[in-house]
């Protein structure tokens, strides 16, 4: 729970404001964009929401808070923010809000399939997340992008006896039991709809799922940079090789999509064409080829 004693300065006066405890996650500033913004190296409120729907939004974004950094000092409809998670994307995909400290914020994703309901990455084991999914039809598999974002994988997994599917150079004994193991850098056909597309980079054994040929759940492998307005991976953050996350990334124009949906960073959604020479900009910056590409 956001403390008002440590009510960060930055915060414009009102209802809404971000304690001193915020961990920078970013997620506020992608759920509620017109209220929460970046100040220093945290967040604060800089516009008081207004209309409902920017209430709502300032709601989802204290839900969604891994920390509980984000408080209200007037008595507000909290279901509001609470009931609207698992949040629909587009065809039967959507995004768990719910964040977890231990995945830095990280987020995560359902999709609701006929032949069973699949789990990207794992959002806080939350009472009210947990019978909107049992709603939704519960979980068949986890699928883990790489070993950071697990978060709260096991009680997941136990809930609703789900399969979990890691690659094998992520693992470590921390993990407990794992249902399935990747291997390899070849893609893996994983259902008739969802393929497993190992990318090595930002740690040894991360992979990428496509969805239906649309929706690529790109964990820390690349992301949306709205400041830079490209997609972007980040060698600051690539703790095992920039070299092999080169080579993933290379391999991914392999593959048509229209959404990239991170673990960290934001999402972006374009028509398959231009994600495919976002990616390629991607590619050409990271081999360092990005002024050859602009002047051609
Ligand atoms: S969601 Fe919470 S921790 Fe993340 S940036 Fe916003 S206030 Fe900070």
Redesign the pocket.
Known sequence: MAAIRKRRPENVAGSFY?DST????????QIAPAS?SQTGD??AVFRQPVTPEETRAALE?LV????G??GSTTKLDFRLGLESFPKPLEDGVYFCGF?AESSF?ASSYLLVRPSGNVLVDSPRFATQLVRRIEALGGLQTILLTHRDDVADHAKWAERFGAARVLHRDDYSSRFGPIERFLEGVEPIPLFDDLVAIPTPGHTRGHVVFLFRNRFLFTGDHMWWSPRRRQLYASRSVSWYSWTEQTRSMRRLLDFDFEWVLPGHGWRFHAPASEMRRQVEDCVAEMEGRSDARRAS
Not at 64 to 67: I, K, L, S
Request: glycine share 4%; net charge negative.
């Open positions: 971000v915020c961990i920078d996650c970013d997620q506020c500033r929460f945290q967040s974004a969604t808070c891994p920390v950094s984000i964040a914020g």
